[in-house]
Protein backbone atom coordinates (compact mmCIF):
# COMPACT_ATOMS: atom_id res chain seq x y z
CA UNK A 1 0.00 0.00 0.00
CA UNK A 2 0.98 3.32 -0.99
CA UNK A 3 -0.78 6.37 0.72
CA UNK A 4 0.06 10.46 0.08
CA UNK A 5 -2.40 12.80 2.39
CA UNK A 6 -2.37 16.39 3.78
CA UNK A 7 -4.43 18.55 6.23
CA UNK A 8 -4.99 21.58 7.04
CA UNK A 9 -7.05 24.05 9.11
CA UNK A 10 -9.65 26.39 6.83
CA UNK A 11 -11.18 29.42 8.55
CA UNK A 12 -14.43 29.10 6.66
CA UNK A 13 -18.00 27.50 6.66
CA UNK A 14 -18.03 23.45 5.67
CA UNK A 15 -20.63 24.23 3.32
CA UNK A 16 -18.59 26.84 1.72
CA UNK A 17 -15.64 24.75 1.04
CA UNK A 18 -17.97 21.55 0.01
CA UNK A 19 -19.48 23.64 -2.81
CA UNK A 20 -16.28 24.45 -4.16
CA UNK A 21 -14.98 20.62 -4.06
CA UNK A 22 -18.26 19.75 -5.70
CA UNK A 23 -18.04 22.43 -8.61
CA UNK A 24 -16.49 20.44 -11.03
CA UNK A 25 -16.26 23.24 -13.55
CA UNK A 26 -14.48 25.46 -11.15
CA UNK A 27 -11.73 23.59 -10.81
CA UNK A 28 -8.84 25.01 -13.05
CA UNK A 29 -10.40 28.25 -11.67
CA UNK A 30 -8.93 28.07 -7.95
CA UNK A 31 -6.92 25.20 -8.42
CA UNK A 32 -3.84 25.08 -9.64
CA UNK A 33 -2.62 21.25 -9.62
CA UNK A 34 -5.83 20.61 -12.05
CA UNK A 35 -6.40 21.59 -15.62
CA UNK A 36 -9.80 20.78 -16.08
CA UNK A 37 -12.77 17.88 -14.21
CA UNK A 38 -15.23 16.52 -16.76
CA UNK A 39 -18.51 15.77 -15.33
CA UNK A 40 -20.26 16.02 -12.54
CA UNK A 41 -19.36 15.50 -9.20
CA UNK A 42 -22.33 13.60 -7.44
CA UNK A 43 -23.13 9.99 -6.20
CA UNK A 44 -22.45 7.16 -8.13
CA UNK A 45 -21.22 10.00 -11.24
CA UNK A 46 -18.02 9.22 -13.33
CA UNK A 47 -16.04 12.50 -14.06
CA UNK A 48 -12.23 12.53 -15.61
CA UNK A 49 -9.70 14.57 -13.38
CA UNK A 50 -6.81 16.13 -16.02
CA UNK A 51 -3.88 16.90 -13.61
CA UNK A 52 -0.98 19.39 -14.32
CA UNK A 53 1.06 17.11 -13.06
CA UNK A 54 0.69 14.69 -15.04
CA UNK A 55 -0.57 16.43 -18.26
CA UNK A 56 -0.81 13.61 -21.06
CA UNK A 57 -2.85 11.43 -18.74
CA UNK A 58 -6.64 11.48 -17.73
CA UNK A 59 -7.66 10.05 -14.71
CA UNK A 60 -11.26 8.84 -14.26
CA UNK A 61 -13.02 8.14 -11.19
CA UNK A 62 -16.32 7.34 -10.35
CA UNK A 63 -17.89 9.32 -6.59
CA UNK A 64 -18.39 6.43 -4.44
CA UNK A 65 -18.98 8.04 -1.45
CA UNK A 66 -20.62 11.83 -0.97
CA UNK A 67 -21.69 12.68 2.50
CA UNK A 68 -22.56 16.52 1.99
CA UNK A 69 -20.50 19.04 4.08
CA UNK A 70 -18.40 16.14 5.36
CA UNK A 71 -16.88 13.84 3.00
CA UNK A 72 -16.31 12.65 -0.23
CA UNK A 73 -14.30 9.62 -1.63
CA UNK A 74 -13.48 8.93 -5.75
CA UNK A 75 -12.47 5.59 -6.46
CA UNK A 76 -10.70 3.92 -9.41
CA UNK A 77 -9.16 0.55 -10.24
CA UNK A 78 -8.40 -2.62 -11.92
CA UNK A 79 -11.32 -5.43 -12.13
CA UNK A 80 -10.30 -8.71 -9.29
CA UNK A 81 -9.01 -6.01 -6.93
CA UNK A 82 -5.79 -6.06 -8.61
CA UNK A 83 -5.02 -2.22 -8.34
CA UNK A 84 -7.13 0.15 -6.39
CA UNK A 85 -6.95 4.24 -5.78
CA UNK A 86 -9.34 6.03 -3.75
CA UNK A 87 -8.68 9.88 -3.05
CA UNK A 88 -10.77 11.24 0.18
CA UNK A 89 -11.73 14.59 1.26
CA UNK A 90 -12.89 14.94 5.01
CA UNK A 91 -14.08 18.17 6.38
CA UNK A 92 -14.41 17.94 10.35
CA UNK A 93 -15.71 21.28 11.76
CA UNK A 94 -13.70 22.47 14.58
CA UNK A 95 -15.21 22.48 17.81
CA UNK A 96 -14.20 26.13 18.78
CA UNK A 97 -15.74 27.30 15.55
CA UNK A 98 -12.53 27.94 14.28
CA UNK A 99 -13.34 26.58 10.91
CA UNK A 100 -12.98 23.25 9.03
CA UNK A 101 -10.01 20.46 9.00
CA UNK A 102 -9.55 19.57 5.65
CA UNK A 103 -8.01 16.63 5.22
CA UNK A 104 -7.20 14.93 1.54
CA UNK A 105 -5.66 10.91 1.36
CA UNK A 106 -5.18 9.25 -1.47
CA UNK A 107 -4.43 5.45 -0.86
CA UNK A 108 -3.31 2.95 -3.48
CA UNK A 109 -3.87 -0.70 -2.98
CA UNK A 110 -4.22 -4.53 -4.45
CA UNK A 111 -1.95 -7.08 -5.52
CA UNK A 112 -0.60 -4.96 -8.16
CA UNK A 113 -0.18 -1.49 -6.75
CA UNK A 114 3.73 -2.66 -5.87
CA UNK A 115 4.50 -2.69 -9.04
CA UNK A 116 2.01 0.27 -10.27
CA UNK A 117 2.69 2.95 -7.59
CA UNK A 118 6.47 2.94 -8.37
CA UNK A 119 5.75 5.20 -11.11
CA UNK A 120 3.62 7.52 -9.10
CA UNK A 121 5.45 10.64 -8.11
CA UNK A 122 5.25 11.81 -4.81
CA UNK A 123 2.00 13.94 -4.46
CA UNK A 124 2.68 15.68 -1.30
CA UNK A 125 3.62 18.76 -3.07
CA UNK A 126 0.12 18.70 -5.26
CA UNK A 127 -1.92 17.78 -2.19
CA UNK A 128 -0.58 20.89 -0.26
CA UNK A 129 -1.16 22.88 -3.17
CA UNK A 130 -4.56 21.77 -3.30
CA UNK A 131 -5.46 22.38 -0.12
CA UNK A 132 -3.82 25.24 0.18
CA UNK A 133 -5.69 27.01 -2.95
CA UNK A 134 -8.77 25.43 -1.45
CA UNK A 135 -8.46 27.70 1.68
CA UNK A 136 -7.61 30.72 -0.25
CA UNK A 137 -10.49 30.32 -2.33
CA UNK A 138 -13.07 29.53 0.34
CA UNK A 139 -11.90 32.44 2.61
CA UNK A 140 -11.93 34.88 -0.34
CA UNK A 141 -15.55 34.07 -0.89
CA UNK A 142 -16.53 33.79 2.39
CA UNK A 143 -15.84 37.41 2.70
CA UNK A 144 -19.05 39.39 2.25
CA UNK A 145 -19.44 41.21 -0.58
CA UNK A 146 -17.65 39.06 -2.81
Same mark, same amino acid.
Given at each position: =? ?7 ? /? ?5 ? /? ?34 ? /??? #? ?14 ? =? ?22 ? #? ?6 ? =? ?10 ? /?????? #? ?24
Amino acid at each position: =MKAFETSLL /IPARPER /IWALLTDAQAYPRWNPTVTRVEGAIRLGEKITVHAR /ISP #DRAFPVTVSTFEVNQR =MVWSSGMPLGAFKGERSFTLTPRA #DGAGVEFK =MREEFTGWLSGL /ITKSIP #DLTPEFVAFAEALSNEAQMTEMPGR
